[in-house]
Each structure stands twice: as C-alpha cells, then as structure tokens.
C-alpha cells in the first residue's frame, strides 16, 4: 500500500512543483511591477515637487531681475546689465532643468516654450533700457517708459504663465499624489500577498515533504521487517566484471540476518565479500551460472541445491531476479520439504510393500476385503475376494450386485439383510452365507463390515473370510463334542451304577454277614469259621475299594466354584471323624495354624483324610506314633520342586509322620492309582487313596510330592496357590 | 415318649432292606409302630389320607414310580406334611444327592449302613433326635448323619 501511495505521487508533485513556480513566479513579477510603479509615481511625484521648486526659481530671477531692474531705473544704476546677465544665467540654468524635468509633460513643456519666448521679450527689452538709459534724452524717456511698460506686461505675462505653470504643476502633482498613494497602498499587500503564498507553498512542501518521509521510513521499517522476519534469505549481487565485460564474480551488496542460521556466518562479515570466496562452490553449482544467466537474459531463474554447513546437509532453493545492475536472490531452506519428500517417498515404498504382504496375507488366510461408498455407489474389491469366489482380480466391475450373483440363493435373503442391518448399525455386523463359486464349489463365507465416516463421507469397510475349513472343523468339534457328551453321560452313569447299584447288593451281601455273625456264628465248624471270616474281609476290602474308586472319579477337575476354606476347620472335622482310630492307636497330632484357603471343601477334607489315615495306618511299630502338620507361606521361587507355577505365592503344608516310611525310590509311585507297596494281607489298602489326594491337589493347581526314609517316617509336602 | 407308640413311615422299594428296617426297629427298646411302604406313590397316598401324622418318615431315594427325592418336594410343598422330620435313607453317599436333599428340606441324611449293629444305632439316634433342636441348627455339617 506504501508502494502505491509513493509511486502515484511522483507525477502529481511534479505537477503541483510547476504550478508551485508558475504562481510564484506570476506573483514576484506582479509585485515587482507593483514596486517599479511606486518608484516611478514616487518619481514622479518628486520631479513634480522639483519642478514647482524650479518653476519658483526660474521665477524668483525673474522677480529678482524686476527687482534689480526697477531699482536701477530709479537709481540709474548702470550696473544692473551686468546683475542682470548673472541672473538671466542663473534662469538659464533653471529654465534647463525645468525642461528636463518636464520634457514628459507636454502642457509645460508648452507653458515652457511660452516662458521662453517672454524670456527673449525680456531680454529685447531690457537691452533697449538699458541702451536708452545713458542715453539721456527727452524721446528716452518716452522709449524707457515703453519699454517699462513693455516689461510690465512681459512680467504680467511671466506671471500669469508662473501661474498656469504652477497650476498645471498642482494638477499633475494632486494625480500622481494620487497614483502613488494608490500604488502605496497595493504595493504591500502584493508584497504580503507574495509572501504568504510562499509560505503556503512551502508549508504544503514541507508537508508533502514530511509525510512522505514518514511513508518512506514507515515502508522502510516494514521492508526491513519483512526481509528480517522472512524465512527466506534475501540477498543482492553487483557483478564484477573482467576487462572485456564477462562477468567473473559477484559481491555480496546485501545478505538478510538469515544467512547466519543457513551458513552460520554473521551477514556482516558476508556482505563486501565475493562469491567466490565466501562460498566457493557456488561457482560450480550452477548458482552462478544462474545468476550470470538472469543478468544476461533479466528472466527470472531458480535453483535447488544442497550445502554441507557444519557436517549437516541443508537444501537450499534460491530466486534470482535482475534488479537494476545486479541480481536480486530470494533463498529458502527446503531442507525439511526435501526431507518430506524423502520420508513421504519412504512411506509410499512401505506402504507399497505392507500392501503386497496384505495382499499375500490375503490369500494365505484366505480373507478378502471390500470397501463399499453407500453415498456414491460404487465398491472396491480385493484381488484375493475376486479369488474366493473363483474369479480372477477385477474380472468383474467392482459392486455388490456382482458380487450377489455368487451368493447361494438359499442365503441371499441373509446376506441382503446384514448389508441392511450395516448401513444401520454403527456397530460390527457379521453376516455367514454360502458362496458357490465361479467353479461350482460351494464355500462357507463370513463377513465382517463397518460403517465409518471419514472426511464426512460414509463407508462401509469390511473383511469376508472363507470359513469353509472352520466350519468343517465346528461340525468335527461338535460330534466330537457330542461323542464326549455322551461317554461322560455313560460314566456319569456308571458312576451311578458303581456308586449306588453296585454297592447295594454288597451292603446287603454284608448286613446279612453281620446278621449271620451276630446269630449264627457259634453253630459254625472252625473251618466254617475261617471261610466265613474269608467271605467278610472280602466283602468289607470289596466295598472299600468301590468307595474308593467312587471318589476318585468324583473327584473331577470341572469343579470352579472355589469356595473360602478354613483348612483348620477342615483338619478338625477330619480329626473327629478318625477320632476313634486316633485314640485307639495312641496317636499324637502336632499342629501349627493351617491357612485359609480358596478350594473345593470336600476335596480339601478328602485330602487331609487320606493323608492322615495313611500316617495312623502306616504307624512305626516301634515308636509312639507322632503325626506333625505344618503350614507356611512361600514364594515360587522358594519351592525346590518343578511344577507348573501359576501363582506368585504358594501355601506350603507339610504332613509328617514317624511311621514305617517307604523307599524314596518310590516316592513318585505312591500317587499313581492302584500302586500298592505292601502286600495285601500287611495293610488293608485299595491304592488309591494317594491318587486321590493327589487329583485333588492337582485341582486346586497345587503340587504334591513326598520324602521318606524307611523305619524313620514320611512327609507329604502339599503346595496350593496362596 | 415312651407312653405312645412311635409312628415311623419308611418308604423303600428293596424288600430286605424294608425286613431289616424292621427287625433294627423291633431290636430298639423306643416303642413304635412302623408302616412300609414300597414306592413314593404309596407313601404319598397314605400321607394324604391319614388322620394321623407320622413322627418321622424314612426316605430311599432310588425307587419306582415315585422316587424320594419327588416325595420330598411334594411334601415340603404340602402345607400339611411340611413340619414332618424326613430322614433320607439311601445308599448313595455321592454329595450331589446329599446336597440336593438337604436343600430341598431333608432333615437327616443316612447312608444305609453295611452291618446291623450299625443300622440298629443310626435308627435309634435318629429317632431320639430332639427334633427342635436339630432343625433349628440344621447346616450342611451335620446334615449327614454319622454313627
């Protein structure tokens, strides 16, 4: 805007400076006339005031010499021709200067030649009287009287013409009184006139003037602001030229500030210097050339090119302009742009390769995707969708219409009504349909889809899979599921069978035992006896050993609902139950607070059961019989033995007794079903009571193992999650 | 107690197990008068019609045509028959089949025993049972009954 203001001017003060003189001019001539006019009618007006003083001159002689000559008649004085000689001089003189002085003015120069003509009267006559005075005679005296007469009238006549002189004199004198008073009066106001047009003149000069010069420093500053600000680096160029006027170098006439932040040199130092020699490969660059070429065809020239300053590569793009006799050069740093278009270069070439490996994921797990524009219409496909459904990529035009025709028929109700329910949901719509291929392959497909906005335009994103070996592999699962269903059914049943069937003969098999005992026992041979205590032992190992196994298969790990055990409630109730055992073997049970734990109850009592029924069955029989249980809290890394550890903490208890003890050989084998390391007639036993505890601690994701010296006792060391 | 005869209900489809129950309770110095009965259906039909309520009936669980477990419910839902004690008396000692019993509204739960001594104790326990006492305290822990 300052440009505009600035240029525009130029030829209006042009203008405004000429019209500026003309009037000037105009004005000093009026007033230098006005000034020559007063000097002439001030002129005038003296010459006027000198001629009324030589007219009374000229008159006074003439009034001297009537004088003189009247005295001289009466006195005869002879030497009145001699005074009158002087004085007729004397008027000569004034009579000269008289008509000098009003040779302009024609009325006296008349009144003049009048005077002068009655001066020569004079003279004739004052020569006769001054002839006829020595004359002495009678006819002289009538001669003087004439001629006295005749001076009379001479003198009259003088009179009446001093008169008319003196009156024309006072006429003239009273008009150019007036011209000068007239020309007094005007002379200063033109004068006044003149100086006040000047002073406007110069007041509205130094007012353009000034505002100007603030305009010019106000656009300064905003250029200099502009150049400073600029994240361009502005500089200037005068050539230097060799003697045959080829351009060998160029100095550096002006560099903005930015030029330290580019080169790290102040633009101080650079500016004076030569091209060359601040930045020398600017001379093979091509940088020069440029500048050579913009000077030589003034077109506008622009280049981009990389300098190492301080081990880093800065891009640089530079403008140059021909102003006036040198090179005007803008220069940008690109080096983030050109960075930019390295990375953007770099995230195409990858984004290039993710699509081919999404493309190869696409075939490997046979999935497909699509993009639907529900707005505009149109689709896009994948290639590996046109190849699930048989086709080859882009075979056909890209829609769901197309892609419709391959839908089973039986499934296009469905597959129409998850493309509805998707454009109305936000949420992800699965739909599962039936495709026959372009082959005739009937294949299951499963389509995931998602409305989304993006950029305020809807559309629907989606993935389909082919299912078809999944959903073979559900059916499998599922018979298998059904298979399974049905063998646990069968053992549920068998359970039952065991549990309830099976035991039921056996009890009765056994009431009647004690029955036959009770009443019919006596009558009984010692032979009778010894079989009939057989048939007992049997009956009563056959009915432990179905119990037995009943828990053992009870114990199942689909049991979830742990429940919050007191483990000392559960050792108590244990301890009750085997109370007649405890007292009648005379056994001691040492025991340290048990912990709280998260189990199944009946296990954890099944648990303690067998252990310590195993410790009052295998009881040294040497020693009284001691049974130590001891808990405590450990951390995983804490526990020796190897299982899989699932929780940080683990409650360590610890079963020991003083009893027979067993091989350490054997100390894995005990917990496996049906192992047995006594004879049967030693110790009544099924071999599965360890098994069992060992199920249950594996249930509750715990671990169990045992050490043992033989003759010394044993220690069962159970670890359950904390 | 001892003036009156004890009125004892036993429902049990297994002909010896109803002669044992017997000859256990003819055994027991306690006076009672017991009526068998071979299924669920009897029992019910009898629990309907008499004018005398039982003061405790002995349940198997495992019978014909109408099953302990279905007598139990009915009579916990009879307005009637809901305050009469029942002991279950079964063979089954799976927890399932305990759990279930207790829940439904059982008051004792014995598994048949396997000698006689034992069958004659448990019976006598049970029926000497304070009652009040042992429903009112009734839980899971002493639910099953042990001799």
Known sequence: MYFRGIISSSKSYKTALVVAIALLLLLSSISYRQINNMRKSADLVSSSLMVDKEINNLFSKFSLIEAFGYRSLILNDSTFAETYQEYRSQTDTAFLNLSNLSKDIPEQTQYLDMVSQWRDSLDITINNLNKYRGQLEQDVEGKLMTEVEKIDFIYQKLYSLKLGMSQSKQALLKERMIAYKTNTLFTPFVSMLLVVFSLIVFWVAFRKINNSRKKLVSTQAFLENIVTNSNNLITYFRPVKDESGKIIDFVFEYASNKIEDISGIPAKQIIGTKLSESFPTTMTNGLFDMYVNCLNTGNINQLTRHYVFNNETVWLKSIASKLEEGVNVTTIEVTQEKQKSEDLRGLNESLFSKNAILNNAEVIAKIGSFTKYPEVGNSEMSDNLYRLIGCKPGEFEPSFENFKAYVHPNDLQKFEKGVAKNLESKEITETNYRIITKDDKLRHFKSTSLLITENGKQKIVGVVQDVTHIIKKDKKLELKNKALERSNAELESFNRVVSHDLQEPLRKIQMFISLLSDTERKNLSEKGEVFFNKIENSAGRMQLLIRNLLTYSRIDSTHEDFQEIDLNKKLEKVEDNLSERILENNIMIIKKELPIIKGIPFQMEQLFNNLLSNAIKYKSQTEAAKIII?????????????????????????????????????????????????????????GIGLAICKKIVDNHHGFIHATSVVGKGSSFYIYLPA | MSLTNLNVLLAD??????????????????????????????????????????????????????????CLIEMRK???????????????????????????????????????????????????????????????ENFLFRI
């Open chain 1, 630 to 686: 001891d808990a405590s809290r450990v951390h995983r890394n804490e526990i020796p033995v190897t299982f899989k550890k699932s929780s940080k903490n683990y409650y360590k208890i610890v079963v020991s007794d003083n009893g027979i003890g067993f091989s350490q050989d054997n100390a894995t084998k005990i917990f496996e079903i049906f192992e047995r390391l006594h004879q049967k007639t030693e110790y009544s036993g099924t």
């Open chain 2, 78 to 140: 009879d307005v009637n028959l809901k305050g009469i004690p029942v002991a279950i008396y079964s063979t089954s000692s799976s927890e399932e089949d305990i759990e279930n019993t207790f829940v439904k509204g059982a008051n004792v739960y014995i598994n048949k025993p396997n000698n006689f001594e034992a069958l004659k104790k448990v019976v006598d326990k049970v029926l000497q049972l304070n009652w009040q006492y042992h429903t009112s305290n009734l839980n899971r």
């Open chain 2, 13 to 70: 489809d297994d002909e010896d197990d109803r002669w044992l129950f017997e000859q256990a309770l003819n055994d027991l110095k306690i006076k009672t008068k017991l009526l068998l009965f071979k299924n669920g259906k009897e029992l019910m039909e009898h629990l309907q019609k008499a004018n005398h309520q039982p003061h405790i009936v002995f349940l198997d669980l495992n019978m014909p045509i109408k099953n302990g477990m279905e």
